[in-house]
């Protein structure tokens, strides 16, 4: 492949370099890897069609001012697209599939996310203020502001803790009936 045999050889331009970068360690170990669970755990079989070794040797040897041009990644594929798209549809902006934590945490986990966050017997309860949580928790009920990632990211803190409390507390039990 002419890009690899260039970035071995270190003789490459800087956009190139981050392209063998991403084929070489971000897409195998990560985009790659997640979209297969995903897609086992769900029971489908998910093709990449960009990924055929052909056409990802032939990307790698146009030349960068197809790739990225005005700061427009992927130019050529995008004028291609053109053709057979609208011109809105080939150049609209990549958008994911977020989880939507905010909404989950207002609805479904709610009294669970409101007892964990609450328990002053949490082992890292103590941390934090408590009035402070209150508020996130009540703006967030409301509405008026979106806390979910902050209150997903404490809810966390809080089970984490609370199993490491319980898995120490299970260790010093073990260790006092002689169990190993």
């Not at 260039?6 to 190139?16: K, L």
């Not at 700061?71 to 798209?85: D, E, H, V």
């Not at 979106?146 to 990211?153: E, I, R, Y």
Request: charged share 25%.
């Amino acid at each position: 492949m002419p890009l690899l045999r260039a970035a071995e050889a270190g003789n490459i331009f800087s956009i190139e370099r981050l392209a063998y970068q991403f084929l070489t360690t971000y897409l195998p170990e990560n985009i790659l890897t997640k979209t297969d669970r995903a897609s086992m755990f769900n029971s489908l079989e998910v093709r990449a069609p960009f990924l055929s070794r052909a056409l990802v040797e032939y990307s790698c040897s146009l030349p960068t001012r197809l790739k990225l041009r005005r700061g427009i990644k992927k130019y050529i594929l995008k004028q291609l697209a053109c053709r057979y798209l609208p011109r809105p549809i080939a150049y609209r902006k990549k958008h994911g599939f977020a989880v939507p934590v905010g909404r989950l945490i207002r609805t479904l986990f709610w009294t669970q996310c409101q007892d964990v966050l609450m328990s002053a017997s949490n082992p890292v309860a103590a941390w934090f203020n408590r009035a402070a949580i209150e508020t996130l928790l009540g703006e967030h009920a409301s509405g008026r502001v979106d806390h979910g990632k902050k209150l997903w990211a404490l809810y966390i803190l809080f089970r984490v803790a609370e199993r490491q409390q319980k898995r120490r507390s299970f260790a010093r039990d073990a260790a006092l009936a002689g169990i190993r």
